[in-house]
């Protein structure tokens, strides 16, 4: 057998970084080396005589992998990759040219993909292709003569729906009157999961669907609180070449066996630990206290590949992010891999840090909350991302949409990351499931505990329970449109129903610790709080909290609340306000007690996130009534304006008027804009005006577009007192 071709992939891209990996190392073929993109060829092989053939042997001239048209065929014409991009299970073809005519019956050919250096049949690692007649079943290979003439065969290759994913060589192996000879294609074959292939473990039915979830290079996230439900764009950039290689790397990365690189299970469980840099050097490090001066505020970033670039060349974790950005940055990973992915935000989402499925909170004697006591949590909105793929590890039933995490909350055997988890296992409340059920059951459906604990040796009394405070508007962006859609019926049944307390239940049967159940009492005082919508940032919050004695008695209540500035995670930064009255109600008496913020009371202790959350505590004297209500609200930041009122065209230089309103009794200082969009093709950084206390800014940004067609184009605004505000919009390039 004669080895006639070698290669080593050292790829250069425009963004500045080099994927280079161990090299094939084999003595017998001639040394090829790729130089900037380009392979160059040794004027002198090396000649080994006795490795000589006969005139009878047929052997490759030539090999056409018919790339344009295969890249159509497989939905990835849009990857920024010289190399064949493949989806599994679906055939593709290839042209040859053989130093002599073929002769069927007599020849014989395969072909054979090879993954690594070590490539054998029983790990899938080996890809063996023989000739057939019809198609093969799903998860075999073959390969189909369509036509042939002289030299010249048309191939048709089946692939199977199980290959491994990821980097292959490609030979072509030939057998002719007892002599054998193997031609090694210069340029590597990436196999990618396949949602249009029906044997494929991602198979997803509905084309809208796998073109949201799959192809789509942009979308947004939702942040806020539970009132006030917020979005910003995103850009995923699944198909430029650094996501491609990124994804590909982190697989390789990630130490999986071999076997496991075919499952989406297994791949999308491994990326989730990859994204962040908790125990693996992943790509993005996390940060929660607002202190971002050594690296980037997460709510700078606006999409994927400045920070995929950035890692890319230095092979180091990139500062900072949190969930959205953690979030966001899966599912671009995981749509270049080709398994449809979409983001979601729970708000209202628990962190159950001992996996009780219940918040424990608590407050003195004098209902002042007691920080120290509190390990759980529920942040205002947390993201992670849902995709979609079968679970033949788990009984039938359980597939379609799965739960991952790539935020670092908690370990899972002994690693940051989380699913995936069967969207059906969590809402059936069937927490015993792999991956992580439990942990995500708790995120949507958590009941919330409260305790008093007195000075005494007393026992902790439970003051109250909720059980329907955790994992409102559940929500991604719609198909096809730039829209939120609420999914929350996805994850978990209408809170108070029977099958909602049913689901609680079988969820609470595979917990060890056991509910504090709060015992029945008179509840004839009502309380209520009526906060506005839309508290702007820079002005007073005023509220009003209501209380109403339906009895025939008098009533002595006690109210107490606090204001504290907080993190998106529920983490207090600082007490802005504190508050406590006692009031008399008649019978059928109502009172208000009016509650006021002000500006320069809550601006010096603000967080990036702008996230304020009250607590209000209540107890009613003659029935031991509790109340307890928590309200978090985000104040509303300034729109960024994009204004375009030209005409663009590829390779011309265009202009976006900016504008935006300074909402702050201060000047906007060190200003800048972070620009990306496929159009422009990558990312840029330019230096914005300062904008003066309570001013505007109108400001002329001037760009060139590298790339036609429709995309969106994000502008992050930067400054050191303000950051977060973003706007976006779409660009439609002619050629």
Known sequence: MVRRSTRSRKPTSHFGYNASFQPYSRSNRKKTVRLEGRRHVPEDPIVYPELEKKDTQLKVQSLDLCLELNKIKHQTKNFKEEDLVLRRGQPFLLNIEFNRDYKPGDDEISLELRMGTRAVVSKGTRCVAPLVKSAPDHNDWGIQVLKSKGPNVELKVFTSSEALIGYYNLFICTTASGDEDEFEYPEEVIMLFNAWCKDDDVYMEDEDKRQEYVLNETGMYFYGSENQIGSSPWNYGQFEKVSLDCALYLLQKSGLLDSNRKSAVHVARSMSALVNS?????????????????????TVWTGSIAILSQYMKKREPVAYGQCWVFGSLLTGLLRSLGLPTRTITNFGSAHDTDGNLTLDYHYDEKLNPLDDYDEDSIWNFHVWNDCWMARPDLDEGYGGWQAVDAT?????????????????????????LNYDTKFAF????????????????????????????????????????????????????????????????????????????????????????????NPLLGKDIKFFVSVKNTSDKVRDVYLAMNGNSVYYTGVKKGKIVSHSTDLELKPKQSKKVPVTVLAKDYLPA???????????????????????????????????????????????????????????????????????????????????????KNGEMHHEVHLTAKNFGSSELIISFISAELTGVKGHATLHVSK
């Not at 908790?278 to 997460?298: K, S, T």
């Not at 909350?409 to 015993?432: F, M, N, R, W």
Request: proline share 6%.
């Open 278 to 298: 908790q125990d693996d050097d992943g790509v993005l490090e996390g940060r929660w206290d607002g202190e971002y001066a050594d690296g980037i505020a997460p």
């Open 408 to 432: 670092p909350q908690e370990t899972s055997h002994g690693v940051y990351c989380l699913g995936p988890a069967s969207l059906t296992a969590i809402k059936q409340g069937h927490v015993q």
């Open 442 to 533: 708790a995120e949507v459906n958590a009941e919330k505990v409260y305790w008093k604990v007195f000075k005494s040796r007393k026992p902790p009394a439970v003051i109250d329970v909720e059980s329907s405070q955790v994992g409102f508007h559940i929500s991604t962006k719609a198909v096809g449109k730039y829209e939120r859609e609420d999914i929350t019926d996805q994850y978990k049944y209408k809170e108070g129903t029977q099958l909602e307390r049913i689901a609680v239940h079988e969820a609470s049967t595979h917990v060890r610790k056991a509910k504090k159940i709060l015992k029945n009492i008179v509840k004839d005082v009502q309380f209520s709080v009526d906060m506005p919508e």
């Open 606 to 692: 603000l967080t990036d996130y702008a996230g304020i959350s009250f607590f209000i505590m209540g107890s009613v004297k003659q029935t031991q009534q509790p109340f307890s209500k928590q309200l978090d609200t985000v104040l509303e930041k300034p729109d960024l304006v994009l204004e375009i009122n030209q005409s663009i065209k590829q390779g011309k230089p265009f202009s976006v008027l900016v504008s935006l309103t300074n909402p702050l009794p201060y000047p906007l200082t060190d200003c800048k804009f972070l620009i990306e969009g496929h159009s422009i093709a990558g990312v840029k950084q330019l230096k914005a005006p300062t904008v003066a």
